[in-house]
């Protein structure tokens, strides 16, 4: 049973830092083609955060977090992370992380593809971040 579990999420001021976290079991990470990061905020669609992409370890991020977040892969933990620094209110949502099998497809460059929530299979249940002073 594929299960992926986030952590780390919590209420923290505008400028302070998380670091999230996303443990699997029942698959490993290094054999999905990719692994994301979304969130959504209230009232709002999910939206791709960022995306390592596991064949040689590419990183995209949205515009908004471009150069405040670092997404990264621990192999031996099996373990993703988004480390979240300068945060803002506007980063206030639920993050989730998810698998990505669907692979490269023909007509569809992975670095504008990444964020496509139909690329995903598993996904955890989310973990909660709130700015606020």
């Known amino acids: 049973q594929v299960q992926l579990v986030e952590s780390g999420g919590g209420l923290v001021q505008p400028g302070g830092s998380l670091r999230l976290s996303c443990a699997a079991s029942?698959?490993?990470?290094?054999?999905?083609?990719?692994i994301g990061w979304f969130r959504q905020a209230p009232g709002k669609e999910r939206e791709g955060v960022s995306s390592?992409?596991?064949?040689?370890?590419?990183?995209y991020y949205i515009d908004s977090v471009r150069g405040r977040f670092t997404i990264s892969r621990d192999d031996a933990k099996n373990t993703v992370y988004l480390q979240m620094d300068s945060l803002k209110p506007e980063d206030t949502a639920v993050y989730f992380c998810?698998?990505?099998?669907?692979?490269?497809?023909?007509?569809?460059?992975?670095?504008?593809?990444?964020?496509?929530?139909?690329?995903?299979?598993?996904w955890g249940q989310g973990t909660q971040v709130t700015v606020s002073a």
């Open positions: 998810a698998t990505d099998h669907t692979g490269p497809i023909y007509d569809r460059p992975y670095e504008t593809d990444w964020h496509d929530r139909s690329r995903y299979d598993y």
């Open positions: 390592i992409n596991n064949s040689d370890d590419s990183t």
């Open positions: 029942g698959l490993t990470f290094l054999e999905s083609y990719a």
